[in-house]
């Protein structure tokens, strides 16, 4: 077993923050909004940190190309749920997140074993997504007793996790079909 180098310390903070994930779960179902708003604020910093590190000392990995969207996704997706489970969030949104994700995973794994490696790169409305899908997260926990103001703002936030889910759900397909198509002739 070879040692840890400071090269591996952003996998290793995803692999935390992949870790999280369990009890933040748990603070959720219990409905201890506010203990579960930290340990996402954690997790969010941990998300800004490893990012930093890699960047910043060139620290980049395969392996943390695949464990630090990984851990973001498996964060979000679960919150989604719990949150749809609750209540909280209505079923049709949880519901259209988990299936662009599903479709954009199914889709990287059937490009990577049929045409070739699978390079992940997000797309600019991918990533406005994601920050939506944040900002949704907190907005509904904060709703929950810690600043019940939020809730209003909540209803405007999910019709923009709607329209920038299936609009960059819409653009991964575009993209990554048509770049499929044109791989797939070159063989």
Request: charge should be positive; glycine fraction near 8%.
């Amino acid at each position: 077993m070879r040692a840890v180098r400071r090269a591996d310390i952003p996998n290793i903070i995803s692999l935390l923050r992949a870790a999280l994930v369990p009890p933040f779960l748990w603070l959720l179902l219990e409905e201890r909004y506010g203990a579960a708003l930290a340990l996402f604020a954690v997790a969010g910093v941990s998300d800004a940190l490893d990012g930093y590190l890699a960047k910043r000392y060139n620290w980049r990995t395969r392996l943390g190309s695949i464990l630090d969207p990984l851990a973001d996704k498996l964060l979000l997706v679960c919150a989604y749920l719990a949150l749809g489970w609750l209540g909280q969030l209505p079923v049709w949104l949880v519901g259209i997140v988990v299936a662009r994700d599903a479709v954009i995973v199914g889709g990287a794994l059937a490009y990577h074993f049929k045409i070739r490696r699978f390079e992940a790169s997000p797309s600019w409305l991918s990533k406005i997504n994601t920050v939506a899908q944040i900002l949704l997260i907190i907005v509904v926990l904060l709703a929950q007793g810690v600043l019940p103001l939020a809730g209003s703002v909540a209803g405007a936030l999910m019709y923009t996790v709607l329209i920038t889910t299936v609009l960059s759900g819409l653009g991964y397909v575009w993209t990554w079909g048509r770049r499929a198509l044109r791989d797939r002739s070159k063989t």
